[in-house]
């Protein structure tokens, strides 16, 4: 299925395009051609069953109510509704037209079944959630024949707050019922979708979309990312060493760990320690629309002289690009000349992804190392030494800390990981030349107690504000509140306020 040098495909009777010859995008020809290695059939699918789903998740929830509305207002035209999961996979499905859902069943597009690129083919859903972006593939434009007398639009829906791929709205219908506004339609309902999973998420604040940032770290100034940070955990100066002697023995390496963790930071420093000379840039992955001019500012360095290359968030490229990155490193290297053994020179570049499974196929074969990068939760140590590092970024000079408000840091849980903290201390040191725990957040100083009545929660308040006033000792705390300090004691660890006293 090898196109032509004007991008056509060849007179084939397996193409998708039987005895015709099309020009076609760039990305429907990757869908084929991914299609063919995944040795999909171009006859008849057989996608996999996979089960049902257990329905428990925000995504599902808020995916559902917003289908089930729209199916309310679109019960007698001849669409079917679908919410898949980031896999692909069926969830429910919604239709009024019982020959549509008929010809769906033959071809098992059905709750249950798996629907990815991989188990069917070019489709409209296992498109859109391989490339990340909406997507509408009409009747010929499927791979397998089965699928042609279809037309199928599917928009992904990411977690507003962490950015994760959570599934796919896909609405399909009968091909000579296609109409342009199939893919608006599924456009609204997965922004719906998402707008109402930022709504009941309990006070959860909307990630920023991608820039698809590129910076270059120069010297030691630019730390976190050169290496000044010294006095840090075990398990973080273990990581780093191993990634440091990895990249010294030119290995790929990839850092994996949850989002904010530190892992383009962790490979800078690795990157400085093994090559003291070169240049560091640093791509971050952007929306998945702009990756063609993301590629084309920074890939033309790759290979250079004294240069390393740090890819961030190589899991949220679409599968496209990540194509179009892998043909690229593969190119380089191939051009490089020979080193003295004979042997393909090193290119020094890494990666980072939350999870090694989810970092795209071509580009995962070219991983030889693989180092995890342990949350902030796990790292108590780590706290302090990046707090007073981030209040002194903001300040430009030291910033103290009270002993309240390290204990305060220390305890939390920091579910945005190193990212999270940084905000935190930046926002306090703004403030502040000495950070107490009133400076701080009040989910760091008042961490749930579990169900309280009015009157309980009212005292915990009191306590807390008691508490928190300057250089307060508990004794004064005590009769501020007309109770007897043993009586202070028990409340504050009854309601969690220990790190308060």
């Not at 089930?68 to 919604?94: C, K, W, Y």
Request: aromatic content about 6%; hydrophobic content about 40%; some cysteine.
């Amino acid at each position: 299925m090898t196109p032509t040098a004007d991008g056509r495909l060849p007179l084939r009777a397996t193409a998708p395009y039987a005895g015709t010859s099309p020009r076609v995008s760039s990305r429907l020809l990757a869908s084929w051609r991914r299609s063919e290695d995944y040795g999909v059939s171009l006859d008849e699918i057989d996608p996999v069953w996979a089960g049902t789903y257990a329905g428990d998740s925000l995504f599902f929830e808020c995916g559902l109510e917003v289908l089930t509305s729209l199916h309310q207002t679109l019960a007698n035209e001849p669409i079917s509704l679908m919410l898949t999961d980031a896999e692909g996979l069926v969830l429910n499905r919604f239709s009024g037209d019982t020959s549509l859902l008929r010809a769906l069943d033959k071809v098992r597009l059905a709750p249950g079944f798996a629907y990815s690129e991989r188990d069917a083919g070019t489709n409209g859903l296992g498109l859109a959630l391989a490339d990340r972006i909406p997507t509408i593939v009409r009747a010929e434009e499927h791979y397998s024949a089965s699928l042609r007398t279809y037309t199928c639009a599917a928009v992904p829906v990411l977690d507003p707050v962490s950015g994760r791929l959570e599934g796919a709205v896909n609405i399909t219908t009968w091909a000579k019922s296609s109409t342009d506004l199939l893919l608006a339609l599924a456009q609204s309902a997965a922004g719906n979708t998402s707008a109402l999973m930022l709504a009941r998420g309990e006070g959860r604040t909307a990630r920023p979309q991608p820039k698809g940032g590129i910076f270059r770290v120069q010297n030691a100034k630019l730390e976190p990312g050169a290496g000044t940070l010294r006095e840090m955990s075990s398990v973080w100066t273990g990581a780093l060493a191993e990634a440091a002697r990895a990249m010294e023995q030119g290995n790929v390496v990839a850092a994996v760990g949850e989002v904010g963790s530190g892992r383009a930071t962790l490979l800078a420093q690795a990157l400085r320690r093994s090559r003291p000379r070169d240049r560091i840039l640093s791509a971050a992955s952007p929306d998945p629309q702009d990756v063609d001019g993301w590629l084309a500012l920074w890939t033309p360095e790759l290979g250079k002289d004294h240069t390393a290359v740090i890819v961030s968030d190589v899991d949220a490229l679409p599968a496209w690009g990540a194509q179009a990155l892998y043909d690229r490193v593969v190119a380089v290297r191939t051009g490089m000349p020979r080193s003295p053994d004979g042997g393909i020179p090193d290119l020094p570049w890494a990666i980072t992804a939350e999870h090694l499974d989810d970092v795209p196929e071509p580009l995962r074969a070219l991983v030889d190392t693989v180092i995890e990068v342990a949350p902030l939760r796990e790292r108590t140590a780590d706290v302090m030494p990046l707090a007073r590092y981030a209040a002194h970024n903001t300040r430009a000079r030291e910033v103290a800390f009270s002993a309240a408000a390290e204990h305060a840091l220390t305890g939390h849980g920091w579910p945005g990981n190193v990212d999270e903290l940084f905000q935190v201390v930046h926002d306090a040191a703004l403030r502040t030349d000495t950070i107490d725990t009133r400076h701080l957040p009040p989910d760091l100083v008042r961490p749930s107690a579990g169900h309280l009545t009015r009157i309980e929660t009212f005292e915990r308040e009191e306590i807390i504000r008691c508490l928190t006033r300057p250089d307060v000792t508990v004794v004064e705390a005590a009769k501020a509140l007309g109770m007897s300090r043993a009586t202070l004691y028990r409340k504050v660890a009854q309601y969690g306020l220990t790190h308060l006293r």
